[in-house]
Each structure stands twice: as structure tokens, then as C-alpha cells.
């Protein structure tokens, strides 16, 4: 028995369960949908693959051939009865030597727009309510290794939803479950955003103890969230045609944006905690010899009331080089838990690749003498504490 929210994946390559490149495949059940009215079910699938409905041929889907693991996908609209048992099967015929093969059966009520009273009854909920939670992001396959997203908005109408629920109840929280950057053109109005990416089963959970406290969050980005997408160190460059030109070079992510001056909406390390971070006493050597390991510390201390989590960052800037490099680079970081007013030491150990560059001509990597200073930040564009070290030859 199958609800018609919920989805139906087949997968299968060549070291699965099917050991033949070529075969043919049927499943049946049984559908029943919660109330009556419009409904849409998508057929995605490699090869060649047909829908039945009451024994009635609905959908039909043959992908002559398969180009970058790309599935064809193609959707119908049905009237169901609430509480029918509707029988349904999946005929699947895999034809090609592709090492892949895909069906995926997807369902959703899709009411018209004069009989859809959703955005109604959300924002009757969130302004008799304390505070709203609204939960966004990415469709199943929205984001995906195999393909590239066209844009950075959320799909649908979930922008539209989070402004209205926040001129509803000025006390809304966003939960964003989403894998990579998207815009966010309510960001000014909504107090709290938090960023769940992709967490499995157990993600409800882990996201209302957040919520409530229970957890103090720590998480840092991993990358850089764009205001828009012309400022992607990409966007001049990509899709391209047959060739694909990386003329950004060496100034992906965080580089590029300090390059280009270009404030980020989230900058690549940023991470809020429901208590706060100093940073104090950041320690250098005033001068090392190339070749030399050496030592790097800075003390961090909670002053705030709650327990947490601070992921320490140590950046270099090569104050003059022969040769174009970032202002900035990524050369340690360190995560630590602090109890209120604690106070701990964050050490990093360094050595010649923490300063050096690579050089094409020599084909080596290269420390040139000069004057480095050392950063130490809570996010990229979050520096706390600066201090420099002369580097003199071997």
C-alpha cells in the first residue's frame, strides 16, 4: 500500500542485485489517497518504463539513450477518491548495456488554485501562534551530483510562503533543508534561519532540539552562500559549450569574493551559537627561516551563558608575492568546547607549506622571504585577532 506523498525508488548499476546489464522488471500495488481532488504522479526513468492505473496504461516513458545519468521524467494529473484503493504496476524493461538503470514513482496533491486553501490555513496557524517554524528546501533529486541547478531559489512558491507567514507572525523561524546555497530574499524580515543540510532519519529530532535549546548549535559553512548568482566565481565562464573554462583559477569559494570585494550573503566558515566567542593573545614568532616548523596560538574564551562549540580558523596573507595569490588562505582550524567564561589555548602547528605557493615554471612549491600576517577568525570575513611573522631564507 503506497500514500501518494510519499515516493517510490528502484535503483540499480551493474554490481547490484541484478547481475545482467539487460532485464525486465514489474511491481504492483496498491494506492489510497488521504481525500478527494487532484493529484500528480511523475514516472522518472532510464530505458523504457510504463504506468498502469486500474489496469489502464497512463504513462509511458522510453529514453532512447542515456546521457550523464540524466532519467527522463514525465508527470499526468489524476482525480482520485479519498479512502479508494486504486491498483497500480510498474513495468520497467532495461534494453541498453548502461551500467545504471532508474525508476522513481513520485506523488503529490496538487489541488487547483481555487481549491487550494494551504497558504490560508498556514497563515491562519502562524498568527494564532507564538512563534512559526517554517520548514524549506530542495525536492527529492533537487540537488543532485549528476546536473547542475539552473538558479539559486528555492523551487515552487517557498519564498512567497516565508514572506507571508513572517508578516503574519514576526516571531518565524526558517528551517532550510538544503544541500548547497540558495538566495534568500526575506532574510532581512525573518529573525532566525537555521541550516539543517541533509541530516537522514533522525533529522526531525536533532533540528527540534535545536529548537528548543536542548543543543546549542555549532555548525560552520563550509562554503560561501552568494547574494546572488552573477557573483559566483563561476557565473562568467559556466555552462559553456562543448569546453568548460576554469578561468577562475585558484580563486574559488571565500578567494574569490575577497578578490572581487564582493560581500556574501553568508560568508564560507560562519556559524551563530546561542552564546558568544573573544578572541585574545594570538601569539607569533616575530621572524622563522624558511624550512622551520613552526607554532601558532591564540586564546578563545565563552562569554557567553551557555556551553559551546567554537570552530577556531587560522588564515596567512602573503603580504607581497611574485606571483598572484588569494589576500587570503585557509591553513588550519580547530573546533573546541568551552563552558562560560572558560578560557582555553588553541595551538597550530605550521611549517613551509603553510606559506608557500606553487610555482609553474619551477615546477615546485616555493616560499618566497618576506612579511606573512596570521588571522585568526571565527569565519573568513569574521577576523578576531591579526599578527605578523618575517620569513627569511634557509
Given at each position: 500500500?503506497?500514500?501518494?506523498?510519499?515516493?517510490?525508488?528502484?535503483?540499480?548499476?551493474?554490481?547490484?542485485?541484478?547481475?545482467?546489464?539487460?532485464?525486465?522488471?514489474?511491481?504492483?500495488?496498491?494506492?489510497?489517497?488521504?481525500?478527494?481532488?487532484?493529484?500528480?504522479?511523475?514516472?522518472?526513468?532510464?530505458?523504457?518504463?510504463?504506468?498502469?492505473?486500474?489496469?489502464?496504461?497512463?504513462?509511458?516513458?522510453?529514453?532512447?539513450?542515456?546521457?550523464?545519468?540524466?532519467?527522463?521524467?514525465?508527470?499526468?494529473?489524476?482525480?482520485?477518491?479519498?479512502g479508494r484503493s486504486y491498483p497500480f504496476r510498474v513495468e520497467y524493461a532495461k534494453d541498453s548495456d548502461e551500467p545504471f538503470a532508474q525508476v522513481s514513482l513520485q506523488g503529490a496533491w496538487m489541488p487547483l488554485p481555487e481549491e487550494d486553501s494551504r497558504l490560508a490555513r498556514a497563515l491562519e496557524a502562524a498568527s494564532s501562534s507564538d512563534a512559526a517554524i517554517v520548514f524549506a528546501g530542495m525536492p527529492e533529486l533537487g540537488e543532485t551530483e549528476g546536473k547542475d541547478r539552473p538558479h539559486l531559489h528555492l523551487p515552487g512558491k517557498q519564498d512567497e510562503l516565508i514572506q507571508a507567514i513572517v508578516h503574519a507572525n514576526p516571531k518565524t523561524i526558517v528551517v532550510l533543508n538544503v544541500g548547497s546555497p540558495v538566495s534568500m530574499p526575506w532574510l532581512s524580515e525573518v529573525p532566525a534561519v537555521v541550516l539543517s543540510y541533509f541530516g537522514g532519519l533522525e533529522v526531525g529530532n536533532a533540528i527540534a532540539r535545536v529548537l528548543v535549546g536542548d543543543v546549542n548549535p555549532s555548525g560552520k559553512l563550509p562554503v560561501t552562500?552568494?547574494?546572488?548568482?552573477?557573483?559566483?566565481?563561476?557565473?562568467?565562464?559556466?555552462?559553456?559549450?562543448?569546453?568548460?573554462?576554469?578561468?577562475?583559477?585558484?580563486?574559488?569559494?571565500?578567494?574569490?569574493?575577497?578578490?572581487?570585494?564582493?560581500?556574501?550573503?553568508?560568508?564560507?566558515?560562519?556559524?551563530?551559537?546561542?552564546?558568544?566567542?573573544?578572541?585574545?593573545h594570538l601569539q607569533v614568532p616575530s621572524s622563522i627561516k624558511a624550512g622551520e616548523a613552526w607554532q601558532v596560538s591564540v586564546n578563545v574564551q565563552n562569554t557567553g551563558l551557555r556551553a559551546g562549540q567554537e570552530v577556531v580558523q587560522l588564515y596567512i596573507h602573503d603580504v607581497k608575492s611574485s606571483l598572484p595569490r588569494p589576500l587570503k588562505e585557509l591553513k588550519g582550524f580547530k573546533k573546541i568546547t568551552l563552558q562560560p567564561g572558560e578560557v582555553q589555548e588553541v595551538k597550530f602547528d605550521l611549517d613551509d607549506r603553510s606559506l608557500s605557493f606553487y610555482d609553474p615554471e619551477a615546477?615546485?612549491?616555493?616560499?618566497?622571504?618576506?612579511?606573512?600576517?596570521?588571522?585568526?577568525a571565527s569565519s573568513s570575513r569574521d577576523i578576531r585577532a591579526v599578527a605578523k611573522v618575517a620569513v627569511t631564507k634557509r
Open positions: 500500500m503506497v500514500r501518494p506523498d510519499r515516493k517510490i525508488d528502484f535503483w540499480w548499476f551493474s554490481q547490484g542485485p541484478v547481475s545482467s546489464l539487460k532485464f525486465s522488471v514489474r511491481w504492483t500495488g496498491r494506492m489510497v489517497v488521504p481525500e478527494t481532488g487532484r493529484y500528480a504522479l511523475q514516472l522518472t526513468n532510464s530505458s523504457v518504463c510504463r504506468l498502469y492505473i486500474e489496469d489502464q496504461l497512463v504513462v509511458e516513458n522510453q529514453v532512447a539513450e542515456l546521457t550523464s545519468f540524466q532519467p527522463f521524467s514525465s508527470s499526468k494529473y489524476f482525480t482520485f477518491e479519498g552562500f552568494p547574494r546572488r548568482l552573477e557573483d559566483t566565481p563561476a557565473f562568467g565562464n559556466y555552462p559553456g559549450g562543448k569546453e568548460v573554462r576554469y578561468c577562475e583559477g585558484i580563486f574559488v569559494g571565500y578567494r574569490h569574493y575577497d578578490l572581487k570585494d564582493i560581500d556574501p550573503l553568508f560568508p564560507f566558515g560562519h556559524g551563530l551559537s546561542y552564546t558568544s566567542f573573544a578572541y585574545s615546477h615546485q612549491w616555493t616560499v618566497e622571504p618576506g612579511e606573512f600576517e596570521i588571522l585568526a
